[in-house]
Each structure stands twice: as C-alpha cells, then as structure tokens.
T-cell receptor, first 113, second 114 residues
C-alpha cells in the first residue's frame, strides 16, 4: 500500500519556465512533508519542507504548497534551470519525534535549455 | 568537510555470502538510517538507530542486520537470508528524529549479487 504517491514518473520543462511536481498521500496522520533532490549516482539532498500547519513554504526559486483537504502537495520551481534536472522525491513523516520517512517513487525532471 | 561516507561505491558478491556495507559520518549526528532503493521505486527504510547501542527495524528489515557501537558508524550486513539483495543502498544521518531534522545522505553503495 503506497502511502505517498508521485504519479508522474517524468516531466520535461523548458529552461526559464515553471516546473510543477506533484505528490499525493493517503495517510491523514502525516503532518510534515519534505522534498529531496537526487542526481544520478549520488544520495538525495534535502530541498524544502512544510509542516501541516502551513499551506505554503518558499525558499528562493522553490515553493512547496500543501492542500490538506485534498492530501496533495506540489513543488514549484521558478524559473527552471538545467541544473535542476534530477529526480525529485516527496516524503512524509508522522511528525514530532518520528524517525521514519515514507518516500514516493520520485519524478525525473528534465529542464531543456 | 563534514559528511557521510559510504564504501565501497560498487560491491559484487556471490549468492549465499554475507556482505557488510560501511557507513561513517562526521556530522556528530545522533540518528542514522539505512535505506534501499530499487529501480523505479522510492526509498524504503531498512533499519534506523536513534542513539549508540540502539536500533530499530524499518519497513523491510528481514535479511539484514546492523550494529551501532560508535556514534559515527552504522554498518549494514546483507545476509544470505535476504531474497533480493541486489539494490542501491543509501545510508543517512540526522541530528535527531522529527521536525527540522532533515536526513543527510551518503552517495550510496550499489550491491550486485549473482
């Protein structure tokens, strides 16, 4: 039973445009969400996170939106750059003190120059 | 430079042999983790350790064992009982569990068992 779903395995975007990566979850107990970025042959790196008490968190070109009622979050990258080409993983946790993250399968973003 | 070192990058073993993957961190983090990634799949938690001499099973612990004798080291042994050991293994650490404690990952070990 996949509790965190990234339904788009891949996404291609022109350089300078907006990239929107989507993530859905089924466990209503999740209350903290993270995005990780992964280049080939490297470990993932933390990108941005959001608590369930917020609906938006911004960090430079990256913004994460959370819609709790729809159990949906999205990562917006504006403007997209070729260096953003990577696999993006959405992850969720049950919150304070939790050591377990549940990851989605990832979305491969390709930014075309 | 602080970080997590996983060695070796590639590892080949014959079926039936146990193999130990190394993970060392110099970030002074309390918590350490082992994840497994298969093609087209997300990361799945094998084991985690909140503190020295303590560890808990994750979602897919069967066929694996770990130890945490030192804060900076969290080796993973893939035993012959693991039915599908070929995978990409990622070690991670965090200051602690929970909020505001993102995982820092190593660059992984790709294990191939034939």
């Amino acid at each position: 039973d996949q509790q965190v779903k990234q339904n788009s395995p891949s996404l291609s975007v022109q350089e300078g445009r907006i990239s929107i990566l989507n993530c859905d979850y089924t466990n209503s107990m999740f209350d903290y969400f993270l995005w990780y970025k992964k280049y080939p042959a490297e470990g993932p790196t933390f990108l941005i996170s959001i608590s369930s008490i917020k609906d938006k968190n911004e960090d430079g070109r990256f913004t994460v939106f959370l819609n709790k009622s729809a159990k949906h979050l999205s990562l917006h990258i504006v403007p997209s750059q070729p260096g953003d080409s990577a696999v993006y993983f959405c992850a969720a946790t049950l919150g304070t003190g939790s050591y377990q993250l549940t990851f989605g399968k990832g979305t491969k973003l390709s930014v075309i120059p | 430079d602080g970080g997590i070192t996983q060695s070796p990058k590639y590892l080949f073993r014959k079926e039936g042999q146990n193999v130990t993957l190394s993970c060392e961190q110099n970030l002074n983090h309390d918590a350490m983790y082992w994840y497994r990634q298969d093609p087209g799949q997300g990361l799945r938690l094998i084991y985690y350790s909140q503190i020295v001499n303590d560890f808990q099973k994750g979602d897919i612990a069967e066929g694996y064992s770990v130890s945490r004798e030192k804060k900076e080291s969290f080796p993973l042994t893939v035993t012959s009982a693991q039915k599908n050991p070929t995978a990409f293994y990622l070690c991670a650490s965090s200051i602690r569990g929970g909020y505001n404690s993102p995982l820092h990952f190593g660059n992984g070990t790709r294990l191939t068992v034939t």
